[in-house]
Every structure is written in structure tokens, then in C-alpha cells.
């Protein structure tokens, strides 16, 4: 036992050290190269050198920042994955040396990003950082830099966790802490070189999918290195083997569009994608001959994993820091700058239906949402159990319209006009949630997945069921709550700045895609919801609470035709569309779709919520019948007189 003990811990020390040498040698390398790959960038965006202390500054802190940004991620992956919470909900005792070390690393996490809206900022400016400092224009300068931007809402977020998890330590707290920190992640990278130039879109939810599944792997690679050997888990190791091949393929599909057909090897960029790209790719088989095996590797091999994976990372940021082949390849356009693509055509039924661009985000989870419910069905029907087909057709229609919705030519040309984008915020917003709601996905869960053993951690299921019942999503799902949501973020969106910044930007577009989705399912979940979860209204409440939000989107539909100014003037203008007559009739007629639209989705959920009264009322009707015949209405009684006298008796 004492000769296992020490080689524990020699292997434990020696782990650390593989991990630290990783770390010191990546800082050098991106040292040594932050002077060239700086001059590049200044060269081809034409901004004056801000100095040498600056250049290294902006890559070793875009470096260290999404180090630390990983760990936090992995970290809280880790602990909602692995944890068994306690009767008060608080996470166990293993979990909480994971806990100390997303609190800790977030800290760092929050200093480095601050750090980096100033040195991001100056960098873009072509000043040194201790001059802009000093001087007046830090703000404009801010302002004026996307990735400072970019920076600060990484930075709001990382001080958003340092606090939050500081203060928490149940398992519902840690998964309400994934937000912020995925927001923070992606913040920087959509605003880089992935949202800009052509097919930009497409790079952009791509890079989305490709930040968090790099950061998920990385992360919880080193959590397992800094943990003790008995806290690894299997299923942690099923989860880095699917980031790792989502990180592959989402990571080759921004490869090629960064080069833009140029040779892989005849640019920085490009080189630094392949280094990247091999590493991950040899992890990633490591991984796969550890999980087929069903053998624990040693700490070493671990960090050796680990160590390769920040490796791999610091390669990422050489790729990002660099100027890729694709924007020298051609001079930018009009459209390639705001859209990422070509209009040439107005928009006719043929086209809304042809012009396809995939979204690898949306489109992607669409698709995966549908094979996903299809499978599980299959197995109940397997299993001898039954399940509607209603439900099947409705959860299946609900994903076919998101996939049309995120990827076809209803989003290539709604991100250039403001009616087809208001067809296309109606449907995401009223039309596809009530068909996903009709398809009860969280019943269908909860029959298919097995409940965990009582010896081993939780599973899904129970995952599930903690956040349903969670004080969270009990507030969230509220009607009233909901409600509010429903029908304050259409206002708020559209009657505020917001709109001019959302509607610039493709992460603007994936945005408001999954905010209005995540709303209307809320307030249809309400309603109409066969899944448990949400307060239930009675019947006549629930049908109330449908007509009350008719008169705000009436008069929404009628303020945005009857508006004097244009919303997203200045970006519409700046596309410039030469078929679109004009910029306030085009409004007019999203007006028009907004007051109109609701017709639709209120007679569905009309019907839905009728059938299910009548159900309900034969259900209670067939039970008071067949008690009424069994006698059990008087020996119920008499129980309730005993239980009564009982009661007095005491009293």
C-alpha cells in the first residue's frame, strides 16, 4: 500500500509538471511570435504599430484568458456531470475541490479579460497601452474596437461567475452558472475573424460550436489532472470524446472556410490550423482507445492528454491572431462585410425555398433534436410501450420548421429585411414552440432514460428532473413570469438600441433565434404543456392568459407600421439592397406580418387547449364512475369522519 501511495504521488507530481512545462513552453512560443504575427495584422488592416509590449500583451492575454476560460467551463462541466447532490441540494464532498477551482481560476479568468478590453483596444487603435490609458479617448477607443467589445461582455461574465460561484454550492446553481460562462467564451471569438468577410454566418455559429467544445475538453482534461485518481469518472470520459469529435469537425469546417481554397501550408494561419488540428485529432483517438478499452489510464497519460490539448489551444490563438488567407484573397463587398453572401434576387416563394445556407448551430440542433426524439420512440415501441403519434407528428413538424426557419432562404433573407425577418422572429416565436410543446419532450426523457442505481451517480434522468423541478425553472416557466418575457423582450428588442446591434451581427441573429425560441417555449409550456414542470393554471386561466397577449402584439404589429423612423436604419441602408424599394414600406409589411401572424398559432393552441379540457373532464368523469360503482364514495367518507373526529380528539 505505501509503494502504491508513493507512486501516486510521484505520478501526481510529475502529472503537474507536464502540465506547468506545457504552459511555460506555449507561453514562450506565442512570445516569440506575437512581434511577426503582430506586424502582419497591422500591415494588413493599415493601423499604426502600437508597440512591441502591446502585440505580445494582446496574444498571451487572448491565450491566457481562454486557458482560463476552459478550466472555469470544464470545471462546471464537470461537477453538474459527476456530482451526487445531498439532501439540500448542495454538491458532495468530491466535487468540491472542482468547485475551489472554478472559483479560483474564474478570478483569473475576470482579471485577464479586463485586462484584455484595454489591451484589445489599444491594439485596434494603433497606441500603446500606456498612452491610451493616460489619455481621454480609453472610451471611444473601446467603442471603437469589436473585439474590446467583444471583451468587456467576457470580462461582465467572468465577474459574473467569480461571484456567483462563490456564493453557491448546489448542483442548480452550477448549471445556472454554464450560462455566463458560455456566453463569455463565445463573446470574443464571434467577433474575430469567424464574423467577418464572406460566408461569415456560417463561420460564425460554427465557431460558436467549435469555442465551448474545445473548452469542454480542455477544461475537463485538466480537472481530471488536478484531481484525485478515484474522482475520474467514465462518463466525463464519453464526454470528451464527443467534444473532441465535434471540435474536429466543426474546427475543419472553420479551417476551410478561413483559407478559402488556398494551400494549407502557404500561410500562418493555415499552419497553425493543421498544428491544431493534429493534436486535437490524436487526443481524440487516445480517448477513444481509453473509453473502448474500459481501462483508467495513468495520471501521467492524463496530463500528457491535457497537456497536448492547451498545446493545441495556444495554437487556436496563433490561428486567431492571424490574418487568414481568404481576406486577402479578394476585396471585400458590400454584402460580403454585412451578410456574408450574395442577394441578387428579390425574395419569391422558389427562393425563400432554394436559398439554403446551413446553420451549423441552429440547423445542426434541429436536426439532432428530431433524430434524437425519433430514436426514443422507436425504443418505447421496442419496449412494448405506446406514445401518441400526435405527439411524434408535432415534435417532428416543430424541428423540420426550425431547420427552415435557421437555414433556409427565410434567414438568408431575413438578416437583409426587416419583413422576412419578422415572419421569421413569428415563427420561432409563436409557431415552432407550440408544436415542440404538443411533442411533450421532457415525458418522452423521462420513460426512456433508466434511472441511475442507487450505488452510482445520477444520470440524465435525474439530471432532468432536478432542473424541471428547480427553483429556476419554477420561476422561469411561472405564467406569469412567462408572460412577461413573451411579450416584454418583443418590445424591448425592437423599441430600444438593442435591435441596431443585434441585427448587424450573425451572433445577433443566433441571439434573438434561441431567445425567442427559449420564451415562446416558456409561455406555450404554460399553457398547453404535457410535460410537468410549470404552475398550472386552471383551464379558463390558461385561456386567458392566451387572448391577454393578443392586444400587445396587436398594437406592436401597428406601431411598426405606423413608426415615422426605420428600425435598423443604418443597417439596412448599408446593405442596400438594389430590389427593395424602400426601407419604411418593407417595415410596414413587417408590421403587417407581426399583426397578423398570431391567427395561426392561437386557433392550434385554441384547439389543443380544448381537447385537453374535454380529456381531463372525461378522465375525472370515468374515475367518479367507477368509484361510484365500486362504493368507494362512502367508505371515503367515513375514513374522512374518522380522520376529522380524530383531529378533534387531539385538538
Known amino acids: 500500500m505505501a509503494s502504491e501511495r508513493t507512486l501516486g504521488a510521484v505520478s501526481a507530481r510529475w ?7 506545457a504552459v511555460i513552453g506555449c507561453a514562450v512560443v506565442l512570445f516569440a511570435c506575437a512581434l511577426p504575427l503582430g506586424a502582419q495584422r497591422l500591415d494588413a488592416a493599415g493601423i499604426a504599430d502600437p508597440g512591441a509590449a502591446t502585440n505580445v500583451a494582446r496574444l498571451l492575454g487572448h491565450w491566457t484568458a481562454s486557458l482560463a ?26 466535487s468540491f475541490p472542482v468547485h475551489l477551482l472554478a472559483e479560483r481560476v474564474a478570478i483569473v479568468w475576470a482579471c485577464a479579460a479586463t485586462a484584455m478590453v484595454v489591451i484589445c483596444a489599444a491594439a485596434d487603435s494603433g497606441i500603446p497601452v500606456a498612452q491610451l490609458v493616460s489619455g481621454p479617448g480609453l472610451g471611444s477607443a473601446i467603442a471603437a474596437s469589436g473585439g474590446a467589445r467583444g471583451w468587456c461582455v467576457t470580462a461582465i461574465c467572468a465577474i459574473v461567475l467569480a461571484v456567483g460561484v462563490r456564493f453557491t454550492l448546489r ?26 468577410g464572406p460566408d461569415h454566418d456560417i463561420a460564425t455559429s460554427a465557431v460558436i460550436v467549435f469555442a465551448v467544445a474545445v473548452a469542454v475538453w480542455t477544461g475537463t482534461k485538466i480537472v481530471a489532472v488536478a484531481l484525485p485518481e478515484s474522482s475520474h469518472r ?36 493555415g499552419r497553425a490550423a493543421v498544428v491544431a488540428g493534429v493534436l486535437l485529432t490524436l487526443v481524440w483517438l487516445g480517448d477513444g482507445v481509453v473509453l473502448w478499452t474500459r481501462r483508467a489510464p495513468s495520471r501521467l497519460l492524463d496530463a500528457m492528454s491535457a497537456a497536448a490539448l492547451i498545446v493545441a489551444g495556444a495554437a487556436i490563438a496563433l490561428a486567431a491572431s492571424s490574418v487568414p488567407p481568404r481576406f486577402t484573397a479578394q476585396e471585400f463587398t458590400t454584402w460580403d462585410i454585412f451578410l456574408g453572401y450574395q442577394l441578387d434576387t ?3 416563394v422558389l427562393s425563400l425555398m432554394t436559398e439554403w445556407r446551413f446553420d451549423p448551430l441552429i440547423g445542426t440542433a434541429a436536426i439532432v433534436l428530431a433524430l434524437g426524439y425519433l430514436v426514443a420512440v422507436a425504443r418505447l415501441r421496442r419496449r412494448g410501450d405506446r406514445w401518441q403519434p400526435g405527439r411524434t407528428i408535432a415534435w417532428t413538424l416543430g424541428c423540420a420548421a426550425l431547420l427552415i426557419a435557421s437555414s433556409s432562404g427565410v434567414r438568408a433573407y431575413g438578416s437583409a429585411m426587416f419583413s422576412v425577418h419578422m415572419g421569421e422572429h413569428m415563427a420561432l416565436n409563436m409557431f415552432i414552440p407550440v408544436l415542440l410543446v404538443l411533442g411533450a419532450p421532457v415525458t418522452l426523457a423521462l420513460r426512456v432514460l433508466p434511472a441511475a442505481p442507487k450505488d452510482h451517480a445520477p444520470g440524465p434522468r435525474e439530471w432532468l428532473m432536478w432542473f424541471v423541478h428547480s427553483p429556476v425553472t419554477r420561476f422561469l416557466s411561472h405564467p406569469v413570469t412567462a408572460f412577461v418575457l413573451f411579450v416584454g423582450s418583443l418590445y424591448l428588442v425592437y423599441f430600444t438600441p ?17 431567445h425567442f425560441l427559449l420564451t415562446g417555449y416558456l409561455y406555450y409550456w404554460g399553457i398547453i404543456g404535457i410535460d410537468p414542470g410549470p404552475r398550472r393554471l386552471p383551464f379558463l386561466g390558461r385561456l386567458g392568459l392566451l387572448f391577454a397577449v393578443m392586444p400587445f402584439h ?28 424602400s426601407i ?7 408590421g403587417a406580418i407581426a399583426w397578423g401572424s398570431s391567427e395561426l398559432p392561437v386557433i392550434i393552441v385554441v384547439i389543443a387547449l380544448v381537447a385537453q379540457w374535454v380529456r381531463q373532464d372525461r378522465r375525472m368523469g370515468a374515475r367518479q364512475d367507477r368509484h361510484s360503482d365500486l362504493g368507494y364514495d362512502d367508505d371515503l367518507d367515513a375514513y374522512n369522519a374518522m380522520l376529522r373526529e380524530l383531529s378533534r380528539t387531539r385538538r
Open 15 to 21: 502529472a503537474r509538471v507536464t502540465l506547468l512545462g
Open 69 to 94: 476560460a476552459a478550466v472555469c467551463l470544464g470545471a462546471l462541466a464537470w461537477i453538474v456531470t459527476t456530482a451526487v447532490p445531498r439532501d439540500d441540494g448542495r454538491i458532495d464532498a468530491p
Open 171 to 196: 448542483w442548480i446553481g452550477h448549471c445556472v452558472a454554464l450560462l455566463p460562462t458560455l456566453i463569455g467564451l463565445i463573446a470574443v471569438p464571434v467577433t474575430g475573424n469567424a464574423g467577418q
Open 234 to 269: 467514465r462518463r466525463v470520459r464519453a464526454l470528451q470524446l464527443t467534444c473532441g469529435a465535434i471540435a474536429i469537425v466543426y474546427g475543419a469546417l472553420l479551417a476551410t472556410l478561413m483559407l478559402g481554397g488556398s494551400p494549407v501550408l502557404a500561410s500562418g494561419y
Open 346 to 348: 428579390p425574395p419569391s
Open 498 to 514: 438593442l435591435f441596431d446591434t443585434l441585427i448587424r451581427y450573425h451572433w445577433g441573429h443566433e441571439f434573438m433565434s434561441v
Open 554 to 581: 396587436a398594437f406592436f404589429g401597428i406601431a411598426t407600421m405606423t413608426m415615422s423612423s426605420a428600425l435598423g436604419d443604418t443597417f439596412y441602408r448599408s446593405v442596400n439592397l438594389p430590389w427593395l424599394q
Open 584 to 590: 419604411s414600406d418593407d417595415q410596414h409589411v413587417g
